[in-house]
């Protein structure tokens, strides 16, 4: 009898892989071997997450021969705040290679279900080292508007800069929505500037001074210093039970004098399950290590109480070498 509940068991495992099976298809790309190797590690992963999604397990289980240490550690925590499902049973796509030598495959359908039935869809990344194993995944930018960004750089050294900045986007986004405080303030420099706009109601009494016109909200600038908001941002991560942060409106900027900054504007919606908002976010970046830019400046302005020429930009700080 035992012997027969084991292999029931088994059974219904290999039952449960092959219904929920993903399988990747790359297009050609020269190196047979690392793309036989790149699309099976691609598909077992994808398996497993669908597996253990349907059977509802919050632990996720991932085998050390086709992820590294650092790719486990990263999706384990997006998985633990949210986890979610590629429905698709083939994802056909391209291999990109990346300026640091890895590989990526983009536009991957992710969906992450909510409370109530409601879900949400993501386009997942996934990064290979040189020798195909997977090292980190994180939600991306939308396909067309990922070509755009990239097609706007006039020189081979903005062109790598704009994918470089574009892939730190969509860590940094992904950061938020798997709460990881400590790549979120490893991105800051020491001594970074951190502008948050806060909503607040106006008195009568001081609304008797002001045009009535202006309405009765008004937004204060409150600056952190980098400890500050990493400590602010802790005790937002301990108190949400998820965190879905989405950019739109992105556009980025190369400061004219100091060419290793660059601005980034966006609008930021951020969704939360005890808040939810929409405002204008900019970043400063500086690219004077290549391999790990770094972000002095961070604003957030809401939305509704912000005219687009009071928007904080590039043009805003005078840049001293």
Not at 125 to 145: A, M, N, Q, W
Not at 238 to 265: A, D, M, S
Not at 266 to 273: I, K
Not at 297 to 305: D, G, L, M, N
Request: proline residues 2%.
């Amino acid at each position: 009898m035992r012997t027969k509940i084991i292999i029931s068991l088994l059974f219904l495992n290999i039952f449960s892989y092959a219904q929920h099976r993903t399988i990747v298809l790359l297009s050609p790309f020269g190196n047979s071997s690392l793309q036989r190797t790149i699309e099976y590690n691609a598909s077992k992963l994808l398996t497993t997450f669908n597996v253990s999604f349907v059977n509802n397990n919050r632990e996720l289980v991932l085998d050390t021969t086709y992820t590294t240490e650092a790719g486990r550690r990263s999706m384990k925590s997006l998985w633990e705040t949210k986890p979610f499902v590629c429905d698709e049973l083939e994802v056909i796509n391209n291999l990109v290679r990346c300026v640091d030598g890895n590989y990526e495959i983009r536009n991957i359908p992710l969906t992450l279900k909510f409370e109530r039935d409601s879900t949400l869809q993501e386009e997942g990344v996934l990064i290979f080292t040189p020798s195909g194993k997977i090292c980190d995944l994180y939600f991306g930018l939308e396909s067309h508007r990922y070509r755009n960004l990239i097609s706007e750089g006039n020189t081979l050294v903005e062109f790598r800069r704009r994918q470089v900045i574009l892939d730190f986007v969509e860590n940094f986004r992904t950061a938020y929505n798997r709460k990881d405080s400590t790549y979120i303030k490893n991105v800051f420099s020491d001594n970074a500037l951190i502008i948050v706009g806060r909503v607040f109601e106006i008195g009568a009494e001081t609304r008797d001074y002001l045009d009535n016109n202006l309405g009765k909200k008004r937004v204060e600038l409150v600056r952190y210093n980098k400890k500050e908001y990493i400590d602010h941002l802790k005790a937002v991560f301990q108190r949400n039970e998820f965190i879905k942060v989405g950019f739109g409106n992105i556009e980025i900027f190369q400061h004219p004098g100091c060419k290793r900054i660059y601005g980034l504007t966006l609008l930021q919606h951020w969704t939360s399950s005890s808040y939810s908002d929409q405002g204008y976010l900019f970043l400063m970046i500086d690219f004077k290590d290549e391999e790990r830019p770094i972000v002095h400046v961070r604003t957030w302005q809401p939305e509704a109480y912000t005219s687009e020429e009071d928007v904080i930009g590039l043009g805003d700080f005078e840049i001293i070498e």
